[in-house]
T-cell receptor, first 113, second 113 residues
Framework: AQSVTQLDSQVPVFEEAPVELRCNYS??????LFWYVQYPNQGLQLLLK??????LVKGINGFEAEFNKSQTSFHLRKPSVHISDTAEYFC???????????FGSGTRLQVQP | DAEITQSPRHKITETGRQVTLACHQT?????MFWYRQDLGHGLRLIHY???????NKGEVSDGYSVSRSNTEDLPLTLESAASSQTSVYFC????????????FGPGTRLLVL
């Protein structure tokens, strides 16, 4: 069975500082990896996804993530955060034959002025 | 524009009552999913459907049921509501296989007293 671990439940950061949100997964098969963002009182929306090919994936709002197969990680980064990036971020995986997603427990990013 | 909607957005009910949460999508997607979101657990899969008349159990399906009579709708029924089912419920849809992005509804916040 797959599992997704987001070790940091909360990440406080000052505006314009860089941030990294960590995600590790466990799976015995090749996976597809996703990052979703949830703004307060809203549903989830896709930030970016890794399917194959280049291990560096660029997404919306200046976010990017790097797939590292040897470390089974898919960390999310942004070089300079804004107040508007305050939200909850979820890492998720799927794989061939399973269309449903397995989610991590989420990381709350709190951007302070 | 295509969208996915959920109703009601908020619901208060009593233990033992039957409750149905609606999910409607106009994407014409084959795949539909129900997740519940609880603090510290991220989103967990309740039920899913890959097409009309197809339904499958997810990891936390006890006490829930779904039916798929058309492409657009996947209602979620709590047969006899329990306090442990107090949660935020999200419906999602996607087309094609495991690589595809899931699109989420705005959520239903359910309180079982």
């Amino acid at each position: 069975a797959q599992s997704v671990t987001q070790l940091d439940s909360q990440v406080p950061v000052f505006e314009e500082a860089p941030v990294e949100l960590r995600c590790n997964y466990s799976s015995s098969v090749s996976v597809y990896l996703f990052w979703y963002v949830q703004y307060p009182n809203q549903g989830l929306q896709l930030l970016l996804k890794y399917l194959s090919g280049s291990t560096l994936v660029k997404g919306i709002n200046g976010f990017e993530a790097e797939f590292n197969k040897s470390q089974t990680s898919f960390h999310l980064r942004k070089p300079s955060v804004h107040i508007s990036d305050t939200a909850e971020y979820f890492c998720a995986v799927s794989y061939t034959g399973r269309r449903a997603l397995t989610f991590g427990s989420g990381t709350r990013l709190q951007v302070q002025p | 524009d295509a969208e996915i909607t959920q109703s009601p957005r908020h619901k208060i009910t009593e233990t033992g009552r039957q409750v149905t949460l609606a999910c409607h999508q106009t994407w014409n997607h084959n795949n539909m999913f129900w997740y519940r979101q609880d603090l510290g657990h991220g989103l967990r899969l309740i039920h899913y459907s890959y097409g009309v008349h197809d339904t499958n159990k997810g990891e936390v399906s006890d006490g829930y049921s779904v039916s798929r009579s058309n492409t657009e709708d996947l209602p979620l029924t709590l047969e006899s509501a329990a306090s442990s089912q107090t949660s935020v419920y999200f419906c999602a849809s996607s087309d094609g296989g495991s690589k595809e992005t899931q699109y989420f509804g705005p959520g239903t916040r359910l309180l079982v007293l």
